[in-house]
């Protein structure tokens, strides 16, 4: 009986240490490496495609370790907390910031209303997600090219609503008015009754029959009649 009883107790003993030992042969890496590879894991749904983590451990935790037995992330803050296995199976708690960032297009100076955005007035700069807008732009061609609507500050991020795609048309500009209907083209001049960029619906008074009519802005100074 007491032989039994010591066996199992060996058993037991021997089964919990294989189970809270490292994999063999396992590999001593950065802890920021095992954490950000686990942060991207669990928040591969609401990081962007060109978006990054960038770890921040707490002092005094451990640096290298094999594997992370347990994981847990607020995705709101960043803030995480692990328990690491080091490379002599032991078990050490850490925690930190897993930051999440993205690069983003900001103007290089200060860019004011009705300038057009060129590359040259363009630079990108990485910033944590939480600092950026819902409607921050982040692709740099949704920004090129782009009309500035309101003064845009050197250094931060756009707001999708402070660009607008170039005006071809302003309010009081002549415009000619085209007509298509089958193989037959008519043209008229017109003035325009608001500012329009390309593919845009405006109002026009045909200066002929001095009447007001629906068009679409089509090229700078000329409109298309809707059909």
Same mark, same amino acid.
């Given at each position: 009986?007491?032989?039994?009883?010591?066996?199992?107790? &060996?058993?037991? +003993?021997?089964? *919990?240490?294989?189970?809270?030992?490292?994999?063999?042969?396992?590999?001593?890496?950065?802890?920021?490496? &095992? =954490?950000?590879?686990? @942060?991207?894991?669990?928040?591969?749904?609401?990081?962007? !495609?060109?978006?990054?983590?960038?770890?921040? &451990?707490?002092?005094?935790?451990?640096?290298?370790?094999?594997?992370?037995?347990?994981?847990?992330?607020?995705?709101?803050?960043?803030?995480?907390? @692990?328990?690491?296995?080091?490379?002599?199976?032991? !078990?050490?708690?850490?925690?930190? &910031?897993?930051?999440?960032?993205?690069?983003?297009?900001?103007?290089?100076?200060? +860019?004011?209303?009705?300038?057009?955005?060129?590359?040259?007035?363009?630079?990108?700069?990485?910033?944590? =997600?939480?600092? +950026?807008?819902?409607?921050?732009?982040?692709?740099?061609?949704?920004?090129?090219?782009?009309?500035?609507?309101?003064?845009?500050? *050197?250094?931060?991020?756009?707001?999708?609503?402070?660009?607008?795609?170039?005006? =071809?048309?302003?309010?009081?500009?002549?415009?000619?008015?085209? +007509? !298509?209907?089958?193989?037959?083209?008519?043209?008229? !001049?017109?003035?325009?009754?608001?500012?329009?960029?390309?593919?845009?619906?405006?109002?026009?008074?045909?200066?002929?029959?001095?009447?007001?009519?629906?068009?679409?802005?089509? *090229?700078?100074?000329?409109?298309?009649?809707?059909?």
């Amino acid at each position: 009986m007491r032989h039994a009883l010591l066996t199992g107790f &060996l058993s037991a +003993l021997l089964t *919990a240490s294989i189970l809270a030992a490292p994999p063999a042969m396992a590999s001593v890496e950065k802890v920021t490496d &095992l =954490i950000e590879e686990r @942060a991207l894991e669990e928040l591969e749904q609401i990081i962007p !495609t060109n978006g990054r983590i960038d770890v921040r &451990l707490a002092d005094g935790v451990l640096r290298e370790g094999t594997f992370i037995q347990e994981f847990w992330i607020d995705p709101k803050t960043g803030q995480f907390i @692990a328990n690491i296995i080091s490379e002599y199976g032991e !078990t050490h708690r850490v925690w930190g &910031l897993a930051v999440m960032t993205v690069k983003v297009p900001v103007p290089a100076r200060r +860019l004011l209303p009705d300038e057009i955005v060129q590359d040259s007035d363009i630079m990108m700069i990485e910033l944590p =997600i939480q600092r +950026l807008g819902v409607f921050a732009i982040q692709d740099v061609d949704d920004l090129v090219g782009q009309q500035v609507r309101r003064m845009l500050v *050197a250094g931060r991020p756009v707001p999708r609503q402070s660009v607008i795609p170039p005006r =071809i048309i302003e309010r009081g500009d002549k415009v000619k008015i085209l +007509l !298509t209907h089958g193989g037959l083209s008519l043209s008229a !001049t017109g003035r325009a009754m608001a500012d329009a960029h390309a593919g845009q619906t405006l109002r026009v008074v045909n200066l002929s029959s001095n009447k007001a009519i629906s068009a679409v802005a089509t *090229a700078e100074g000329i409109v298309e009649v809707e059909q």
